[in-house]
C-alpha cells in the first residue's frame, strides 16, 4: 500500500510540474516585458533551480532535525512565501529571490522523496510510475499555455503565477504521507562542494554576458559537479556512471532550451505569444505520448536514438525562421526525449557492479539533472542577454544533447520489461 501511495504522489508531483512548467515558460516573455528585464533572463528563469540545487545539501540535515512532517511544513511556508513574491515583484531581483525561495523548498524534499522510490518500487513499477509521470504532462500540454494566456488577460500575469500551488501541495502531501516510516540519510551532502555548484551558476546569471565570468562559472560548476557525482561520471565510466553523464548532458541541452523557446520564437523571429505557446507544448506533449510506448517496448537503443533526435530537433527550431518548422522540430525534440527518459533514468537509478545505496542513487539522479538544468539555464541566460546570444544558446544546447546522445552509447543497458 505504502509502494501505489507514493506511486501515486509522484505522478502527482509531476502533474505539478507540468502546470508549473508551462506556466513559467508561457508567461515569461510577459514578465521580461513588465519588469523591463529582457536583459536579465537569467536571473529570471534561474532563480528556482539555484535554491533547489542550494537546499539540497541541507535536506537530510533539516529532515534529521525537523522529521518529514516539520519538513513539511517548513518547505511549504517557504514554497508559499517565494511564490508571493515572486508574484508581487517589482523588479527583477525580487522575482528571482520568490522563485529562488520556491526553488529551496521543492529541494527540502527532493532526495528524501526518491530515495523512497528507490527503496519502495521496484524497476518495473519505477519504469510504469515513469511513464505514468510522462503522461500527466498530456493535458497540460494541451491546454496548460492556453489556459495560461487566457488566465494572464483577465487576471494579469502575477495572479496566474500563483496558479500550480493547488496541486505542488497535494502532491507533497501524498509523497510525504507514503514516506513518513522512512529513516533520513544518515550521511549528509558534502555542504562546500555541493554549493560551488550554484555558485558557480551564480556566477555565470550575474555575468551580464560577460564571457570570461560566465566561463569562469561555468568552470566552478563543473569543477562542483565532478566532486559530488560518484566516481567515474566525468570519464562517462561504462554502466550508472556514463548514465549519470548523460543525464547531465541531456538537461542542459532539453531543460535549457525549453527554458527560452517562447522568447526566442517571440523575440528572435517574431511570433505571436499565443504561437509560442502552440511551439511550448509540441515537445512535453511528445514526450508524453511517446514515453508510453518507450516503457512498454524497453530497447537498450531507445536513449542514444531519443537524444539523437533531440539534438537534431533543437537545432532546427533555433534556424528554422518559421511557425510550421518550430512547432514540427520541437516536436521531434521531444519525441526524442520521450524515448529517451525512461530507460535513462532507470539506469542511472539502478546500482550496478559499483554497489551504490538507494540514497547515493537518488542524490547522483537529482544532482545529475539539476546541474544540467542550473548550467543550461544560467549559460543560456547569460549568452541570451546578446544580440545574437539566442542562437548561440541554441547552438550550444543541440551540441550538449548531441554529447549526452554520446554518452548514453556507453551504458551498458538491460531490458526492464
Given at each position: 500500500m505504502t509502494g501505489i501511495r507514493l506511486a501515486v504522489g509522484i505522478v502527482a508531483l509531476e502533474f505539478a510540474a507540468a502546470v508549473t512548467g508551462f506556466v513559467a515558460s508561457t508567461l515569461l516573455p510577459v514578465v521580461a516585458g513588465d519588469l523591463d528585464a529582457r536583459g536579465d533572463l537569467g536571473l529570471l528563469i534561474a532563480g528556482s533551480t539555484l535554491g533547489l540545487f542550494v537546499a539540497l545539501p541541507l535536506a537530510s540535515r533539516v529532515l534529521g532535525r525537523l522529521g518529514p512532517r516539520g519538513t513539511l511544513a517548513v518547505g511549504m511556508i517557504a514554497y508559499l512565501g517565494g511564490l508571493t513574491l515572486a508574484a508581487s515583484a517589482r523588479t527583477a531581483w525580487m522575482f528571482a529571490l520568490g522563485q529562488f525561495s520556491a526553488g529551496l523548498a521543492s529541494g527540502l524534499l527532493a532526495i528524501f522523496g526518491v530515495s523512497s522510490a528507490i527503496r519502495h518500487l521496484d524497476d518495473r513499477l519505477r519504469i510504469r510510475v515513469i511513464a505514468a509521470s510522462s503522461a500527466m504532462w498530456i493535458v497540460p500540454a494541451l491546454v496548460g499555455p492556453a489556459a495560461t494566456l487566457g488566465l494572464e488577460h483577465l487576471v494579469g500575469w502575477r495572479w496566474t503565477l500563483l496558479l500550480p500551488v493547488p496541486f505542488v501541495l497535494f502532491g507533497r502531501l501524498l509523497v510525504v504521507r507514503a514516506a513518513r516510516g522512512d529513516a533520513p540519510d544518515a550521511a549528509s551532502r558534502p555542504l562546500l562542494q555541493t554549493l560551488s555548484v550554484p555558485l558557480g551558476a551564480a556566477i555565470a546569471v550575474f555575468s551580464a554576458g560577460f564571457w570570461p565570468l560566465?566561463?569562469?562559472?561555468?568552470?566552478?560548476?563543473?569543477?562542483?559537479?565532478?566532486?559530488?557525482?560518484?566516481?567515474?561520471?566525468?570519464?562517462?565510466?561504462?554502466?550508472?556512471?556514463?548514465?549519470?553523464?548523460?543525464?547531465?548532458?541531456?538537461?542542459?541541452?532539453?531543460?535549457?532550451?525549453?527554458?527560452?523557446?517562447?522568447?526566442?520564437?517571440?523575440?528572435?523571429?517574431?511570433?505571436?505569444?499565443?504561437?509560442?505557446?502552440?511551439?511550448?507544448?509540441?515537445?512535453?506533449?511528445?514526450?508524453?505520448?511517446?514515453?508510453?510506448?518507450?516503457?512498454?517496448?524497453?530497447?537498450?537503443?531507445?536513449?542514444?536514438?531519443?537524444?539523437?533526435?533531440?539534438?537534431?530537433?533543437?537545432?532546427?527550431?533555433?534556424?528554422?525562421?518559421?511557425?510550421?518548422?518550430?512547432l514540427v522540430a520541437w516536436a521531434v525534440a521531444g519525441i526524442g526525449v520521450g524515448l529517451a527518459y525512461p530507460g535513462l533514468y532507470i539506469r542511472a537509478t539502478t546500482a550496478d557492479a559499483s554497489g551504490f545505496t538507494a540514497a547515493e542513487l537518488a542524490t547522483a539522479v537529482i544532482t545529475a539533472e539539476c546541474v544540467g538544468q542550473l548550467l543550461g539555464r544560467a549559460v543560456g541566460g547569460a549568452l541570451s542577454s546578446s544580440s545574437t546570444g539566442l542562437s548561440a544558446s541554441y547552438g550550444l544546447f543541440a551540441a550538449a544533447l548531441a554529447a549526452a546522445a554520446f554518452a548514453a552509447s556507453r551504458q551498458s543497458m538491460r531490458t526492464f520489461l
Open positions: 560566465a566561463l569562469a562559472g561555468a568552470a566552478i560548476t563543473a569543477a562542483g559537479m565532478i566532486a559530488i557525482l560518484p566516481p567515474g561520471t566525468a570519464r562517462l565510466r561504462p554502466g550508472t556512471p556514463a548514465a549519470l553523464g548523460a543525464m547531465v548532458l541531456f538537461a542542459i541541452g532539453y531543460f535549457g532550451a525549453d527554458s527560452l523557446i517562447t522568447v526566442l520564437l517571440t523575440s528572435g523571429f517574431q511570433l505571436s505569444l499565443g504561437q509560442a505557446a502552440i511551439v511550448l507544448s509540441a515537445a512535453p506533449l511528445g514526450w508524453a505520448v511517446t514515453s508510453l510506448v518507450a516503457a512498454k517496448f524497453s530497447s537498450a537503443r531507445f536513449p542514444v536514438v531519443g537524444l539523437s533526435l533531440t539534438a537534431l530537433g533543437t537545432a532546427a527550431v533555433a534556424f528554422g525562421g518559421s511557425f510550421a518548422i518550430a
